[in-house]
Each structure stands twice: as C-alpha cells, then as structure tokens.
C-alpha cells in the first residue's frame, strides 16, 4: 500500500513515509511551478539574455555584447520614452495617492444611502482597462464628446486631447487616475474602517479637532496599506502600456511613447528583438530599483510610525485611565 | 450627547463635503452614463452638435447590439465564446493548480521549500510588460501560437494566487489535516476532501481574481493570436475597433463599440452584486485583510 | 459518478484546447499547399475573391491537390503574423510579399531559390514581365521570387478639362507648372494640380527625376544631403507656396480624393492601383480623365511599388508552391486580376488581348510608365528612415511652412537615418541580400524589342532611357555605378 497515514505522537515517520510526502509534494506543485517556471521565469531569463544579442525577426542570434544597452543610452526615441514614462509616474503617482485617500475619507461614513454612493464610486473597478479606454475615447473626442462640449459652453477653445502632442499625455492620465484612484480608494476605505474607534474617541476626548485627529491617529494607523498603495501605484505606472497602445501607439509625434510600448514596438514593428529586450530588461530593472528604494524608506517611515503610535496609544491610555 | 446647533463652520464643512461627494459621484459614474447612452443611439445621434446630453427616449434603439452579433468584424457570438472559454480556463486551472501548490508550499514537507518560495515571491515582481517580448517568442516556438492554450497557458498559474493559498493554509490548523491522515485518507483526499472545503473563502477569492483576469484578458491574447483570428477575445476586438475610430473615417458605428463594452461589463456586474465580497478580496487580491 | 464527470470535464478541455487554427486536414488525403497574402480584409474584398478563384481553378486543373489561401490578413499586420509562422515552423509554401519586404526573408535563408523551377519550366516566360521588376526579384544570380503586380506612379487629369485650356498632359516639370498656370489663367482653377506633398513615397520619383537619390548603390550610406534632393523638396513645396498651382492644404490633411471628386483639381499625382477603382469611386468623371506617365525632371523615372511571390525554403511541395505561382500569373489569370481588382497587371502579355484593351483602356496608357519604373531602396532598414524619419523630420516640417530651412531638415534627417542604417549594418553585418550584388539573372532578349518599340514608348518615338536600364534585357550583369542612375545620362 503506497498511502500509508501519519501517526500523531512521536513516533518519527519512516524514511519511506517522508520520501513519499517529498514526491506528494512535488507532483502537488509541478503543474503550477511549470507553469510559472515557462511562463516567467524563462522570458524573465530570455529577456536578460537576449538583450547582450543581436535578435533578428526570425531568430537568427548573434552576439553583441553591450551594444542594445549603448544603442538605448543614444536613441532619441528610446530616451524620450523613459522621459515621458518617468514624467507620468511623477504626475500620477502623487495625484493617485491623494485622490483615492481623499476619496477613501468622503467614504468613510455612514448614513442612509451611502452603499448606493459607494457603488457608484466603484463603478471604474467594474469596469474592464480596454471598456474604460474606450469610453474615454469618445469622451474626449475633439469635436463630439462631453468635455469639449462642456468647456465650450463655458466659453473656452476646444481640445484636440488625444491627437495633440500637448494634451494626449494628459488626457491618459486623467483616464488612468479614473480607474486607479477608485481602485485603492476601496483598499484604503478597506484600511480607514480598520482604524480602531477607540483611538479615535480617545482622541476626540483629548480635545484633537479633526485635522490632528488624521495627522495623529488614522495616518498612522493606515500607513502600511497607504505605502502599499504607493508602491503598487508605482509599479503600475512605469508598466503602463494599454491606454497609449489603444489610443495614440505612442501618439501624436512620440508624446506618448512609453517604455513597454516602445520595446513592443521595437520587437514587432522593427523586428529588433535584441534591442527589444535591452529596453524590456531596463524596465524590470528600473522597476526593481524602485521598488526596493520604496521598501525601503517606507520600513524607515514605519518604524518611526510605530513608535509614534505606540507612544501615543500609551499617552491615550494614561489619559484614559484617568478619566 | 446631546446633539448641539450647528456651528456655521460645522455647517460650512457639510456643504464642502456635500459638493465634494457629489462631483466624485459625477466624475466616476458619468462616463458609465455615456457607455450606456452611446450603445443605444445611432451615429447620427452620436455626431449630432450640439451634444444631446440626454437623448430622447424615441430615439434609442438596440440595433447596435444585434449588429454586432451579426458584423464580420465583430463576430461578437463567436468573441464571447472564446472570451467565457478563456476566463473560465483560466479559473479552473488556477483554482486546482494553485490550491495544490500552496497546500504542499504550507502542510506537506519538502526540501527546498524555501527555496521555491522565495522564487515565487521574486517572479511576482516581475512585470508582465517587462517580458512580454521573451513570453512571446517561447510560446511562439512552441508552436502555440494562436491556439487556445497558447492564451491560457501563461495565465494558467499565477504565483500570487500561489502565495495567497500558501498564506491562507498557513492559517489552517494542522489538526484537521492530521485528522484526515489518521483516518486513512492519501494526500489527494486530505486536498480535495478537507484543506479545499477549509479553505472556501481564500479559493472563491482566487476564483474570482482570475476569472476577471481571463474575462478581461488583453495584452497578451493580442499578441499571440493572429489578426482577426477565431480566437479573439472581447478586450482585443474592442480594442483594435476603438484605434480604428480614432483616424475618424472609420465605417463602423461608434454605437457598435460602447455595446461591446456594455457587454463585457455585464458578467463583472453581476458578479459584484452576486459575489460582492468575494469581489472586493479577489480585487484586491487579499491586500485588504492581511 | 464523481469521477466520470471529472474525465468528462477534462476531455472537453482537451478538446478545445488544442483545437487548432484551421481545417484539419487529417481526413483529406490531397495534397495541400497553403498561400497567404494581404488584403483589405473582408469577404467581398476583391483581392480576397481574386485569390479564392485562383486556388479554386487550380484545384479544378490539378485534382488530387488543395489550396488553403489565407487571404483576410491586413496589410499592416502580414509581415508580424508571416515572421510568427516562421518562428513556429510552419510557413505557408508559397506567399506574397511586399518588395520592401523581401530583404528580410532573403537575408535570414528563408526563400527558394527559383533558378531550377524557371529554367525547367517552358511554360513560365520571364521576358513577358517589365524588366525592372525582374531586377527586384533577384539578388546577384539567384532570384528568389516572381512578379506578381505592379503599381505605378500616373499623371491623372481631366481630359474635358485639359481639352477646354486648349493644353496637352505635362511631360516634364517645366510644363506642369505652365500647364496649371494656363489652367489658372483659362478656366478659373484657383490649384488645378494635386499630389500628396508630404508622403515619402511620393517624394521618392521627384528625387530621382532631380539626379538625386536617397542611398548609396551599397545601401551603406544616406546621400540625401545634396542639392538635386533639396532641389526636389524644393520644387513640390514651390508647387503650393510659389508658382502657387497646388492646394496648401493638402499639407495638413486635405485629401486628393475629395478634391478630385469635387472637380476643383484638374491633374493629379496617383498611383495605378486607382485606376480600376476610379470610374467607381467617381463616377462623374467617366469618360472625361486619362493617365500619363510622370512628368519628368532632369530625369525620366517613373515610380512604382510591387509585390512578388516567393516559396518558402521550409516548404513540403515547392513543386506545386511553383505550378501555382506561374499559375497565377499566366496572362489569361493576369486578366481577371485586372478585372476583378481594377489593378493593373504584370504580365506584359495581357496588354496585347483585344479584351484587356477594350475592357481597360487606361491601364494601356500605364505601360509605358511600367518600363520607366523604379523601386523602392529594397533594404530592410529602408521603411523605417524613409517613412519614418525622412517623413516626420522634413516633408511633415517643411510642407507646411514655406519658409522652413529644407537643407537644414534634408541634413538633420541624414544623419539620424545614417545611424539607423549604420546600426542596421552592425547587426547584420554581411547578410543584407539585396546590395552589392548587382542582379544578373537572365530576363529574355524579347525586352530589347519591347523598350524600343515606339508604341511602347508612346510619344512618337524612342525616348533615351535612364541609364539604369542599361544592361538589363539582354542578360548581361549590369554595372552597379550604372544601375543606380548616379552617372551622368
């Protein structure tokens, strides 16, 4: 019999029992680390490797050493699109940040009606990345869509958003904070619902108006999901690819161009697949970096944090304890 | 307490947070507003100036949707068959494929355990954009280019839902399992019979994180199906109509695209209201609670 | 019961999951030879219905053999989607490729070479093509793919119009100018002349008219940076700003369709490839417009793009990957080309049947400019600085503002194109297949006949030909100097 129980006590399990549950086990994760082991882990190698080649269309390989990455230091095209990648993480990063806590703090009451708001607030989640694209689509349209007509009734110039090399850059961002902000408002409502009451009325008691209520007490206490946010967000907005892709394929003149879409492009329109990767591997790169710098500062912030909020916790407790 | 008059600054700050809830409700449901009216008009309705905010009620029409079904660039029966096989593959293999390996990362004992997590937890840092080129070309080579498996393959596990399990197992007490064991069960009864069941809330969580995650599938069956393949999916046929639009001598009616979105986000509707828990944990991917 | 369910559920999975694309041939014990080229997509495209013809005739001519034609792909996409069959290992046997595309397959060692198949073949005449697109399918003494369509550049103009101004077609750039100012002058037209100023592509022919040219006969370097080029610039912006004969609008957007169909142009610069579709497109034109060669600069070049058809190196039945390629091009099949897709043909035979001539009267005209033609640099680095660079650093820049600098453009736009074509070189070093090898395959003594044809040359006469043209007809290997009309002519 191949399948024999464990014993519960002490008796250590045999040899053949241990090699049996070694073997269990790994059938149990096979599929699943296969999966991902040629799924990622080998394009993830791939796109590190073949960057230090020349990569023809058709897959004749040739060495290259750091040519791709020299190539990338000097094309004008490639620079602009880590420019404009690096203007959009600083524009949205922030802006996504304050708005869906601004959001998640409108949020956080309860009175008659506030399911149905909530809902409506969550209308982007529902919502799929190329749906939203596309409604925003007509929405900016240059010549039939709401927000022209609106700023012409209030007497401003018509747009020309998505096909000017101004404003398309603009336009996507506005999209982008759309769907993202409502996203994290959720996870950041999620967090502020968290935020033990009991500190916050001990708060109240101890004479803190509303503002040093949410600099002192909920600040505190949310900002390990507000740093994941934060992160995340980012990650997110150095990836971005589907708008401009669907939209402008980088836009009037090379506005739009960002790093994913400009190694798309390399790769399949200019059968550079060298080349290709050596952007794609600067991606992971960066985002790598950044990453572990958030982590980073974000492990300070929290310690301090901690401390803050313990030694706070400590002080609302002697003042409990007295009244 | 005794609820005390107003302060006018008391009254100045409902006004504030009154008009701020209010435009946030204008700005997020307005452009669902214009998903809907636009699928229910015609072009010349869509193109009339000045802009018909509310157009009357004489005017829609569902023509949009049946031409869709019926339109050789749509093929809409066709899409949302292959979109429900996706999303619904791509669910399945995640739910059996991930609760399997979470469940031996957490209970069961294996060398290099460790090790393997630690890679997991490093490839979900990996960006999808980063290696979309590589992933290409490997599945390519494997001769699964346009096929079916070739765009579920690489959504078939996902080391975050992996984690997620390894998490959730974690929380499991060893009790039960051991339990199992005592009576006679193999490792295959003490999965699907005990740690499964146990593990409903995480599961369902998985569940619905990748079937949205097939259901709304775009980037990567666009780069491995041929165009206007048989195996299109909904994003990538709505997607490639929406760029088509933007040159504006597009013969197709704008109407035709917002009824394909209305049409996608039908199912995710329902399954908020029906699942809405679980939607907001499979959204968040469990980032809410731990 | 739990566990028959379960097996059911994965054998369903299975089943779609590894559906394949298409038709499975299993049961069909014919043999099978797919074909794949582009085409506007959609079933009532002509393309589409030409080609389902072919493969159907053929399959009625050969029994026991089957066509797949793969035939819906967009133009934009074809190349992407033909290189993921390459890389999956299951090419299509024989297909259709753009000129400028060619390079690319040829320098990676994916193409027949097809020296055997017409040598063998009696029934496949090389000297029945126009000899300039015999050169572009061949590379040193391999050729490696057929003609199969041509599209030339053509003077379109109004017949009624022209006549009523008392003017014949312009031949050369000096009579352009003076043939709209007349037309200004005797029949209100305030711009009688149209052309697309800020294509590339059409940029291409005024060059070479001008003694200009764009790459080095080795295609290693990017020789844009002379007069005779900034000449040529030159010359079509002054066509809207200066001698004022050309709608400044149609630098930012303006279409030669709509002007044209509205009557307010009287000439205009398209390709061949509108011919068959103008009477359809406007109508109220039947009858009153004709086509004329390219005016000529200091040159007579004329200008045309093309597709060829190539087996692949990979293909199981390269045999019957040829029968059907010469096929489709025997001058019976070249005719329902025309007929069904209103482009004209390759093969020079089909413009001798009395019903071609009847049925097409226009694309006669258009023989004369197909012996003149000129192609595209075929490197594979080419569409990436012409249409990328050349277009949106100098015809987008200087077209619209008649007093932007054209030289500091030309000469800002060589240099990025240089680097382009420079590293173009680095990464493929010696495998570019269309340089340096001048072509030499044979194509037939019958091509001195035709160029010296009078009716073939259409104005009253042998007109001297561009020096490039020396040398091809008659088998010999041309010099590469002269093959790329940089001497003097």
Known sequence: MPHEPWEIGNCPRSRARRWHEAVTGATFLLPGLAIIFLCVAIPGALAFGLSFTHCSRFLSIQWAGLYNYRKLLADPVALKAFANTLRYVAVFVPLNLVIALTISLLLNREFRGMKAIRSVYFVPVAVSGVVAISIFRFLFDRDYGPINAALGTLGFEKVPWLWSEHWAMWAIIALALWKSAAFFSLILLAALQDVSADLQQAAVVDGAGPVARFLHVTLPSIWGVLMTVLILSSIGAFRVFEPMFVLTKGGPNDATQTIALQAYDTAFTGGELGYACAISFALLAVILVVTAAMNKLTALGRGRRSVAIAMERRRLGEGGRRA | MRRRRRTPRQQAATFVYGVLLAAGVVVFGFPLYWMVRGALINQAMWMRVPLVWLPPLKSLSLEAFAAIFASEQFRMSRVLLNTALVAVFMMGFNVIFDCMAGFALSKMRLPGKGLVLAALLTTIMVPFEGMMVPLYLTVTRLGLADTMLGIILPGAASAFCIVLMWRFFNTVPDEIIEAAAVDGASWGQILFSVAMPAAAPAIATIAVFTFLAGWEAFVWPLLITDPQSKFDVLQKVLANATYASMGGTTQTEWAYLMATGLISTLPVLALFLLFQRFFIAGLTGGAVKG | ?489
């Not at chain 3, 002007?259 to 307010?264: E, F, H, I, N, V």
């Not at chain 3, 509108?274 to 070049?301: C, H, M, Y």
């Not at chain 3, 087996?311 to 069904?340: C, G, N, Y």
């Not at chain 3, 049925?359 to 005209?365: A, E, S």
């Open chain 3, 1 to 489: 019961m739990k566990h028959a369910l379960v097996v059911l559920l994965a054998a369903a999975a299975a089943f779609v999951l590894l559906g394949r694309r298409g038709e499975r041939d299993g049961g069909d014990r014919r043999l099978a030879i797919e074909f794949w080229t582009y085409s506007g997509g959609g079933s009532a495209d002509a393309t589409v219905r030409f080609w389902e013809k072919v493969a159907r005739d053929f399959e009625r001519a050969h029994p026991g053999v089957r066509v797949r034609a793969v035939t819906n792909i967009a133009h934009g996409q074809y190349l992407s989607v033909l290189t993921t069959r390459f890389i999956g290992g299951n090419p299509p046997d024989v297909f259709v490729l753009d000129d400028n595309m060619t390079p690319d397959l040829i320098r990676e060692g994916l193409l027949l070479p097809l020296n055997r198949f017409v040598a063998a073949d009696r029934s496949y005449h090389v000297a029945d093509f126009p000899p300039t697109m015999l050169r572009d399918g061949c590379t040193g003494a391999v050729r490696y793919s057929i003609p199969l369509y041509g599209g030339y550049g053509c003077l379109f103009y109004r017949t009624d119009l022209l006549a009523q101004a008392g003017v014949a077609p312009p031949r050369t750039w000096s009579e352009l100018v003076a043939v709209s100012r007349t037309l200004r002058v005797k029949l209100g037209m305030e711009y009688p002349f149209a052309m697309e100023p800020t294509a590339a592509f059409w940029m291409m022919p005024f060059i070479w008219q001008n003694g200009g040219d764009i790459l080095s006969p080795d295609h290693r370097r990017v020789v844009i940076d002379t007069p005779p080029v900034v000449g040529a610039i030159a010359f079509v912006r002054d066509l809207m700003y200066r001698y004022r004969v050309m709608d400044p609008s149609l630098a930012s957007g303006a279409t030669l369709d709509a002007l044209w169909s509205s009557g307010r142009v009287a000439m205009m610069i398209n390709g061949g490839w509108s011919i068959g579709t103008s009477d359809v497109n406007f109508p109220q034109w039947r009858s009153r417009w004709e086509v004329a060669p390219l005016p000529a600069g200091k040159r007579d070049v004329g200008f045309y793009g093309g597709q060829h058809l190539m087996i692949a190196k990979a293909s199981q039945h390269p045999e019957l990957a040829w029968r059907f390629m010469v096929f489709a091009t025997a001058p019976r099949r070249q005719l329902q080309w025309s007929d069904i897709t209103g482009s004209p043909p390759s093969n020079l035979r089909v413009f001798d049947m009395p019903a071609f001539q009847r049925r097409h009267p226009h694309f006669v005209r258009m023989r004369e400019a197909m012996l003149h033609g000129r192609n595209n640099p075929l490197a594979p680095f080419f569409n990436k600085i012409w249409y990328g660079r050349f277009q949106s650093r100098v015809l987008d820049v200087v077209m619209k503002d008649p007093r932007a600098d054209i030289a500091a453009a030309v000469r800002a736009a060589a240099r990025e194109m240089q680097a382009i074509v420079d590293d173009s070189w680095t990464v493929h070093p010696q495998r570019d297949g269309t340089t340096g090898a001048a072509p030499s395959c044979p194509v037939g003594a019958r091509h001195a006949r035709l160029l010296h044809n009078p009716e073939v040359t259409g104005r009253g006469g042998t007109r001297p030909l561009p020096s490039m043209f020396v040398g091809v007809g008659v088998g010999l290997p041309a010099d590469p100097r002269r093959a790329s009309g940089d001497a003097a002519s």
